[in-house]
C-alpha cells in the first residue's frame, strides 16, 4: 500500500521537474511522504474519506484553509481527489513533551491554542462540525457489536463509563478544536509554532484539546495540571476544583475514544501498525486516569 500511494503522490499533475518522495512517520489514517521537484519540497497526503471514523476529505480541506488563513497552519497548497499538498516548514521541528513542559514554550503553545479556539472560525467558509467524543464512542461501539470486532466484549463498560463521564462534563460553551493534538502534529521553527493536520477539526469544549494532549504525550498529573494552568491564565483565571475534575474526566473521554478508535481501526485500517496493542495500552492509561478522576 505505502508504495501504491507514493506513486499516487508522484504522479500528481501538481510538479515541476523530476519528482522524489520519501515516506513520513506518523499518520495512522494516511500516507505522508515529503515530495520534492524541480521547485521545492511539500508534504503530501494521499487517504481518503474514512467513513468508519466519520473522516470526510471536505471537512478537512476546508479547516485547513481556515486554519492558514487564521495563521495556525502551513498553507494548503492543492487538492484533488485522494491527494492534498502542503506547504513544507523546513525549519520546523515536533514538540515533545520535554520541549512543552518548558514554562517559555507552554505559554506560547496555549496561547497558539486560544488563537486557535476563538480566531480559527471566523475564516470558516462552512459552520464545520461538532466533535462530541461521548457520541463518536458510540457509534465506534455499534460499529464493533455489529461487525464482531475484538473488542466488542469491552464495550458494555465502555459506554457505561462513557455515560458517567459525559454526565460529569456537563453543558459546554463550544470553541473550534483540533482534537487529535499529538506531537507530530506540532511545529516549532524557532519563531513561531504551528498546528498541522486537521482531519478532526471541529466544535468541541476547548479542555479537550488540552486532555487528548496530555494523554497522547502521556504526561504526568503535575504536568497535565501544570497545562491546565497556562491555559486558563489566558483568561486570568486558575483552575478551579470544579475544572480540574472536567478536564480529568476529558482525558479518561478520550482515552475511551483512543481505545475505540484502535478497535475500529484494527478492523478496517489498510496501514502496518499495532492497532491491538495501541489500545491496550490505552484501557491501561484509562484505568490510571478513571483513578484519578474518581479522587477528584
Not at 27 to 33: N, V
Not at 126 to 134: D, E, I, K, L, Y
Request: net charge negative; proline share 4%; charged share 25%.
Amino acid at each position: 500500500m505505502v508504495e501504491q500511494a507514493r506513486r499516487q503522490a508522484m504522479e500528481l499533475d501538481f510538479w515541476n521537474g523530476p519528482v522524489t518522495a520519501q515516506s513520513l512517520p506518523g499518520s495512522l489514517t494516511s500516507h505522508d511522504f515529503l515530495v520534492e521537484d524541480g521547485v521545492g519540497q511539500y508534504i503530501v497526503r494521499i487517504g481518503d474519506d474514512r467513513p468508519e471514523h466519520a473522516l470526510f476529505k471536505y471537512n478537512e480541506i476546508a479547516v485547513s484553509q481556515a486554519a492558514h488563513d487564521a495563521g495556525l497552519s502551513p498553507a494548503l497548497l492543492h487538492h484533488e481527489p485522494g491527494a492534498l499538498i502542503f506547504e513544507y516548514l523546513a525549519d520546523a521541528a515536533r514538540m515533545d513533551a520535554a520541549a512543552l513542559g518548558q514554562d517559555a514554550n507552554m505559554d506560547r503553545f496555549t496561547g497558539l491554542l486560544g488563537q486557535c479556539h476563538l480566531d480559527l472560525p471566523g475564516h470558516l467558509e462552512v459552520p464545520g462540525p461538532m466533535f462530541w467524543v461521548f457520541h463518536l464512542n458510540r457509534r465506534y461501539a455499534r460499529i464493533m457489536v455489529q461487525h464482531g470486532g475484538r473488542m466488542a466484549p469491552s464495550v458494555a463498560r465502555l459506554m457505561a463509563l462513557n455515560d458517567e463521564l459525559e454526565t460529569a462534563i456537563g453543558p459546554i460553551q463550544p470553541v473550534f478544536c483540533h482534537n487529535d493534538l499529538v506531537a507530530e502534529k506540532i511545529l516549532d521553527d524557532g519563531q513561531r509554532i504551528w498546528l498541522t493536520d486537521w482531519e478532526f477539526g471541529g466544535w468541541n469544549d476547548g479542555l479537550y484539546d488540552l486532555a487528548s494532549l496530555a494523554v497522547n504525550l502521556d504526561l504526568d498529573a503535575a504536568a497535565a495540571d501544570e497545562m491546565l494552568r497556562h491555559y486558563r491564565r489566558l483568561n486570568d483565571e486558575d483552575p478551579d476544583q470544579a475544572s480540574r475534575r472536567r478536564f480529568k474526566a476529558w482525558k479518561c473521554a478520550a482515552l475511551i475514544w483512543a481505545v475505540l478508535w484502535g478497535g475500529v481501526s484494527e478492523m478496517f485500517a489498510e496501514l502496518e501498525f499495532d492497532f491491538a496493542a495501541y489500545s491496550r495500552q490505552r484501557l491501561d492509561m484509562l484505568d490510571r486516569g478513571l483513578a484519578e478522576f474518581r479522587s477528584s
